[in-house]
């Protein structure tokens, strides 16, 4: 389905060159945010997805484009590829999730995928603040905010010591979502928010691990999941890998377009942001889809742009299930 994304000529590449899996590597980055490349063993199995800022992900089970089914269908692989990619992700998360309680934070964050680490962080920081909140009242959100402030100084210890580009880049992106979660809960104190029901708490992007009400992407009805919920909305995350890229500074700005944008999807409704040129309103809807592991498709529209092609890409959003977002609509 993703093939809908892709213009006519890209396309055309593709699906001439179907006997050697080798020709597809360059396109891999149009359908799916994170896969700059995979590695291609010997017998041409796919063992291993890697970002665009070279982060390997070894795949859960291995992609083999010469089995019977896949052999000179290039989309049958696509397809499993995509399945396999959201499985290792799940996967990964469900182990984080074990490890994170067995050893030291620091170098927890030393050992599995950026995105893995930015989910698993913020299910626990719900946990922690809402048993506080339940247990003390604003008192244990202050005693919440000493444990967050040695976090990061722990972050902040490791960043000084010899560790590769690729675990700065992780830290970075870390540090940022912590800090906000320290500055939400010192706005809590400041706004004396006492129960896990009062505005100030529920406003904010909560992670749970819980069971899911639907199917959704790499879990059936039932399954245990991570779901984000803001105020009333409730949304699966998405287990799409996304890479390992820098994440926006979250102002109270971001956190109103948030609060709408999910209010809206909740409905099943759209948003459109309005403002000047140059503001973030793309990068804000694009990084709410990489807080819930989503693809988001970015179409800059023109005054050529039929309605025929709205449709195609309209298709492929319905089938693949991403979002969408239209730029100078």
């Known amino acids: ?16 060159q179907t006997k050697d899996p080798r020709a597809v590597q ?18 041409l199995k796919i063992t291993q997805m890697m970002s665009a800022e070279g982060e390997p992900v070894p795949l859960m089970k291995p992609v083999d484009p010469e089995s019977p089914k896949n052999k000179g269908n290039v989309e049958m692989w696509l397809l499993e ?3 396999t990619h959201w499985d290792t992700i799940l996967d990964l998360t469900k182990a984080s999730l074990k490890e994170y309680q067995e050893i030291d934070r620091q170098s927890w964050t030393l050992r599995w ?16 603040q809402e048993g506080l909140l339940r247990d003390k009242g604003t008192k244990g959100l202050e005693e919440g905010i000493l444990l967050q402030n ?18 700065r880049k992780t830290l970075g992106a870390l540090t940022t979502i912590d800090v906000h979660a320290r500055d939400t809960c010192v706005k809590m104190v400041t706004d004396q928010v006492t129960s896990t029901t009062d505005f100030g708490w529920i406003q904010q992007l ?50 109103r377009c948030y609060i709408t944008l999910t209010q809206a999807l909740g409905m099943y409704l759209g948003g459109a942001p309005a403002g000047p040129a140059g503001t973030g309103k793309t990068e804000t809807t694009k990084d709410l889809g990489r ?36 730029d100078e609509f």
């Not at 389905?1 to 001439?16: G, M, T, Y």
């Not at 819930?292 to 023109?302: A, D, H, K, M, Q």
């Open 1 to 16: 389905p993703r093939f809908f994304f892709l213009s006519n000529d890209e396309l055309l590449e593709i699906l001439s």
């Open 26 to 43: 360059p396109h891999l980055n149009k359908a799916f945010e994170g896969i700059a490349q995979v590695r291609l063993e010997k017998d």
């Open 81 to 83: 590829l995509q399945y």
């Open 113 to 128: 995928p950026a995105q893995v680490i930015l989910a698993v962080s913020q299910i626990y920081w719900t946990q922690q």
């Open 150 to 167: 040695e976090q990061l100084t722990g972050i902040i210890n490791t960043v000084r010591g010899k560790i590769s580009k690729l675990d």
């Open 206 to 255: 909560r992670y749970y691990w819980e069971t899911s009400w639907k199917d959704g992407q790499a879990i059936k009805k039932g399954d245990n999941t991570c779901v984000a919920r803001i105020v009333n909305a409730r949304a699966l995350y998405g287990y799409e890998y996304l890479g390992n890229t820098m994440r926006l500074v979250i102002t109270p700005l971001t956190d």
């Open 291 to 326: 807080t819930l592991g989503i693809f988001v498709v970015v179409t800059n529209c023109t005054d050529q742009q039929r309605f025929t092609d709205m449709a195609k890409i309209f298709k492929g959003l319905c089938q693949a299930g991403l979002w969408g977002c239209f």
